[in-house]
T-cell receptor, first 115, second 112 residues
Framework: AQSVTQLGSHVSVSEGALVLLRCNYS??????LFWYVQYPNQGLQLLLK??????LVKGINGFEAEFKKSETSFHLTKPSAHMSDAAEYFC?????????????FGTGTRLQVTL | KAGVTQTPRYLIKTRGQQVTLSCSPI?????VSWYQQTPGQGLQFLFE???????NKGNFPGRFSGRQFSNSRSEMNVSTLELGDSALYLC???????????FGSGTRLTVV
């Protein structure tokens, strides 16, 4: 079975500072990896996805993530945090079983952005 | 284009009752998945439907069931509600396996 570990349930950064949210995965097959963001009382919004093409993936709102097979990591970064980035972020791996598929999520990281 | 639509947004039910939640996927998306989100357990997969067939099922009791119609719209049903069923239920649709899943805003179910 595949799994995802997100290190740090809460991360606090100053506005303008680098954002780094960590995600490590476990998979017996080449994984599809995703980052989602959730704002209060909302569903999940896809930030970016890795599907075995380029290892550096660029997403929306200035976020990007790098797939590192040797480290089984898929960390999310943004060079300069904005107040509007405050939200909860989820890393997920797609578990493809035959023709079926499902997402297995990490426990989430709540990002706080301070002035 | 329209996103994934879930109805209702909020629901309050009494223990022992049953509830039906609805999800309309993005036009052209044939895969619909359901997830339960709670503070204690996080995001957990319930089931996935494709072309009216359940393709995958998570580890939930039989009280949780679902179906998909020929127009890809999906419903999930929870019977004999328990307090622990209080959660945000999220529906996601996808065009193909492993692709990006688009989520709806969810239905917040409160069981009292």
């Amino acid at each position: 079975a595949q799994s995802v570990t997100q290190l740090g349930s809460h991360v606090s950064v100053s506005e303008g500072a680098l954002v780094l949210l960590r995600c490590n995965y476990s998979s017996s097959v080449p994984p599809y990896l995703f980052w989602y963001v959730q704002y209060p009382n909302q569903g999940l919004q896809l930030l970016l996805k890795y599907t075995s093409a380029a290892t550096l993936v660029k997403g929306i709102n200035g976020f990007e993530a790098e797939f590192k097979k040797s480290e089984t990591s898929f960390h999310l970064t943004k060079p300069s945090a904005h107040m509007s980035d405050a939200a909860e972020y989820f890393c997920a791996v797609s578990d493809l079983v035959g023709t079926a598929s499902k997402l297995t999520f990490g426990t989430g990281t709540r990002l706080q952005v301070t002035l | 284009k329209a996103g994934v639509t879930q109805t209702p947004r909020y629901l309050i039910k009494t223990r022992g009752q049953q509830v039906t939640l609805s999800c309309s996927p993005i036009s052209g998306h044939r895969s619909v998945s359901w997830y339960q989100q709670t503070p204690g357990q996080g995001l957990q997969f319930l089931f996935e439907y494709f072309s009216e067939t359940q393709r995958n099922k998570g580890n939930f009791p039989g009280r949780f069931s679902g179906r998909q119609f020929s127009n890809s719209r999906s419903e999930m049903n929870v019977s004999t509600l328990e307090l622990g069923d209080s959660a945000l239920y999220l529906c996601a649709s996808s065009k193909d396996r492993g692709g990006g899943y688009t989520f709806g805003s969810g239905t917040r179910l409160t069981v009292v």
